[in-house]
T-cell receptor, first 116, second 109 residues
Framework: GAVVSQHPSWVICKSGTSVKIECRSL??????MFWYRQFPKQSLMLMAT?????????EQGVEKDKFLINHASLTLSTLTVTSAHPEDSSFYIC????????????FGNGTRLTVT | GQNIDQPTEMTATEGAIVQINCTYQ??????LFWYQQHAGEAPTFLSY??LDGLEEKGRFSSFLSRSKGYSYLLLKELQMKDSASYLC??????????WGAGTKLIIKP
């Protein structure tokens, strides 16, 4: 089945630094990838839709200058949390869909970010 | 607006059957998905329904009625490892996924 690889699985960083999270579709091409954030005991929140070769589409309330998304190829999207603060600590999950009708979303394993 | 409703929490006994319901109101419909999410992990895909009726996959089955805006996920022969949150999501006319808040399923021995 379709596999989405996300790296790193966890990261601890100091306040003010930047963190990059990678999302790769291993056995299919993904023109669109999605980035979610999930706080403890809450549901998934869509942050942005990453489109290969063009700018990402951000959801309302998500700062595009803080959460930089780059979709450089059909198999790779990156999310960079810039100037991280403790309130950015969360579980970040990427997902991708195969480019065929009615294909489900496949999720990466998520990245747990802790900002100290 | 778009809305997906599912119970917040359910409790069931090991070996029993549980049905998790999901009702939706969305702008268009391009399929309904069920995902399982264990605490601290990413969601994993369980099922997809786009036509009315029941889809069976081992111990898990998913049902859809488009006219009623209703789906359920049926879990049989419950095991302790089935304790997780179950997320209902609908793909709208723009192919965007609308997520329910999830149902936390607690399995007791």
């Amino acid at each position: 089945g379709a596999v989405v690889s996300q790296h790193p699985s966890w990261v601890i960083c100091k306040s003010g630094t930047s963190v990059k999270i990678e999302c790769r579709s291993l056995d299919f091409q993904a023109t669109t990838m999605f980035w979610y954030r999930q706080f403890p005991k809450q549901s998934l929140m869509l942050m942005a839709t990453s489109n290969e070769g063009s700018k990402a589409t951000y959801e309302q309330g998500v700062e595009k200058d803080k959460f930089l998304i780059n979709h450089a190829s059909l198999t790779l999207s990156t999310l960079t949390v810039t100037s991280a603060h403790p309130e950015d600590s969360s579980f970040y999950i990427c997902s991708a869909r195969e480019a065929r009708e009615n294909s489900p979303l496949h999720f990466g394993n998520g990245t747990r970010l802790t900002v100290t | 607006g778009q809305n997906i409703d599912q119970p917040t929490e359910m409790t069931a006994t090991e070996g029993a059957i549980v049905q998790i319901n999901c009702t939706y109101q969305t702008s268009g419909f391009n399929g309904l998905f069920w995902y399982q999410q264990h605490a601290g992990e990413a969601p994993t895909f369980l099922s997809y329904n786009v036509l009315d009726g029941l889809e069976e996959k081992g111990r898990f089955s998913s049902f859809l009625s488009r006219s009623k805006g209703y789906s359920y996920l049926l879990l049989k022969e419950l095991q302790m490892k089935d304790s997780a949150s179950y997320l209902c999501a609908v793909m709208d006319s723009n192919y965007q996924l609308i997520w329910g808040a999830g149902t936390k399923l607690i399995i007791k021995p």
